[in-house]
């Protein structure tokens, strides 16, 4: 049994974490968490990491994840491992992050200092425009976004930390990957997106996509957007390849100067079918 005053602090952390109230029900729970053992201490410091995640304070995240983990057994895929990571991972404690790596069981990651890995496509849900984005994993909970983001105030080449519960899956083509929601903004970039207006013939733009995606850069036709409500965006989404001609609005993720370079090189090639103008930032 715990004191009435132990008990009344674990009540009321949950009732914050009811409300969400993030900073309040992370205080009270690490208070009543000091106070209880065994198996109730292991919930209430697990819940209480959490609930400042939630709260996107970092270094509470990481200091109370470091006490949760503690009550755990590494190797058997205690998410109290996968908070701390993330925690580390966005203060940037690499070793700590390995080490939770390998304590919720994940194969090592060798080496010192930034985990760069090549882990495979996903989608990720941009914080605040709820903007779902294709994106490449750098490891267990960072990506770098790998398609320009239709609202203007992120951008192409961003890394994001993400969650890592799955919130949805997107397939296209035969690849079907989970949907995470971001959680910190991890590295700017400093590709700003540019529109261009452009005329194209029946499959002109396949070979523009193309030769941005050989130089590493954005594109993106914005009417290829299709906007979902919350529960839809949520669920399992077919995407399909479509065929745009005519006068077509594109997103770039590129340097101007490359962008006009591209563009020039594509018209080109077909001057009477293919042209384009007012390349400006988005």
Request: glycine share 8%; with cysteine; net charge negative.
């Amino acid at each position: 049994m715990f004191s009435n005053e132990t008990a009344r602090a674990v009540a009321e952390g949950y009732e914050a974490f009811e409300a969400e109230d993030w900073p309040q029900a992370g205080d009270r729970l690490a208070a009543a968490a000091a106070r209880l053992a065994g198996k109730r201490a292991k919930a209430v410091w697990f819940d209480a990491a959490l609930a400042y995640k939630f709260a996107r304070d970092w270094p509470r995240a990481y200091e109370t994840g470091k006490i949760a983990v503690t009550h755990v057994r590494r190797g058997e895929s205690e998410p109290a491992f996968w908070n701390l990571g993330t925690a580390a991972t966005v203060l940037r404690d690499w070793d700590t992050a390995r080490d939770c790596w390998a304590g919720y069981g994940l194969p090592e990651f060798p080496g010192t200092g930034q985990i760069d890995a090549e882990l495979g496509p996903a989608c990720v849900r941009l914080s605040g425009v709820e903007e779902v984005v294709w994106a490449m994993r750098l490891c267990p909970t960072r990506a770098r976004v790998i398609n320009v983001p239709f609202d203007p105030t992120r951008r192409f080449g961003e890394v994001v930390v993400h969650d890592g519960a799955p919130s949805g899956e997107r397939t296209y083509g035969e690849v079907t990957v989970p949907v995470f929601d971001e959680v910190a903004l991890f590295e700017p970039s400093d590709i700003a997106t540019l529109s261009v207006l452009v005329t194209a013939g029946p499959g002109d733009l396949e070979p523009l996509a193309e030769s941005f995606a050989r130089r590493q850069l954005g594109f993106e036709i914005l009417a290829s957007r299709v906007d979902l409500c919350a529960c839809c965006s949520r669920s399992s989404v077919q995407q399909e390849r479509g065929e745009y001609g005519g006068e077509q609005r594109l997103f770039l993720g590129a340097p101007a100067d490359e962008a006009r370079a591209l563009l020039d090189a594509w018209t080109g090639h077909a001057p009477a079918a293919r042209s384009w103008t007012n390349l400006h930032p988005a």
